[in-house]
Nanobody, 123 residues
Framework: QVQLVESGGGLVAPGGSLRLSCLTS????????MAWYRQAPGKERELVAV???????EYIESVKGRFTISRDEAKNAIYLQMNSLKPEDTAVYYC?????????????????WGQGTQVTVSS
C-alpha cells in the first residue's frame, strides 16, 4: 500500500524559509524519480522540482535558485528546502513519483496522492 506523508508547511512571511519533508512507503523509491508538486487555489497542480536517484535534478523556472530538492535513499524520503519565499509560492505541496514524457517531467493523476502540506506566504 502506497503511503506519502508530507509535512513541514506553515505560514511564513515573504523572504522566509521552510523545509518540507515527504516520507514514502509502498513504492520502489530507488527506481523512481520523485518530485514535489504544488496546487494553488483555482489552479492546476504543477510539478515544482524533481530528483532521481541518479542525481538528475530539475526545477521549474520560477523556483530556480530558491528551492532545493534532496533525497534520502535510506529513509525513502525527499525534502524541499524553500528559501526567499514569495506570496506566489502559496499552495498545497505534494510529493509523488514523476515520469519523463516527451520533453518534460509529469505526475500521474491516477496515482495515489497524499494530503499534502499547506504553505502560505503572507505578511
Amino acid at each position: 500500500q502506497v503511503q506519502l506523508v508530507e509535512s513541514g508547511g506553515g505560514l511564513v512571511a515573504p523572504g522566509g524559509s521552510l523545509r518540507l519533508s515527504c516520507l514514502t512507503s509502498g513504492i520502489q523509491f530507488s527506481r523512481n524519480a520523485m518530485a514535489w508538486y504544488r496546487q494553488a487555489p483555482g489552479k492546476e497542480r504543477e510539478l515544482v522540482a524533481v530528483g532521481t536517484s541518479g542525481g538528475t535534478i530539475e526545477y521549474i523556472e520560477s523556483v530556480k535558485g530558491r528551492f532545493t530538492i534532496s533525497r534520502d535513499e535510506a529513509k525513502n524520503a525527499i525534502y524541499l528546502q524553500m528559501n526567499s519565499l514569495k506570496p506566489e509560492d502559496t499552495a498545497v505541496y505534494y510529493c509523488n513519483v514523476a515520469y519523463y514524457s516527451g520533453d518534460r517531467w509529469i505526475g500521474s493523476p491516477d496515482n495515489y496522492w497524499g494530503q499534502g502540506t499547506q504553505v502560505t506566504v503572507s505578511s
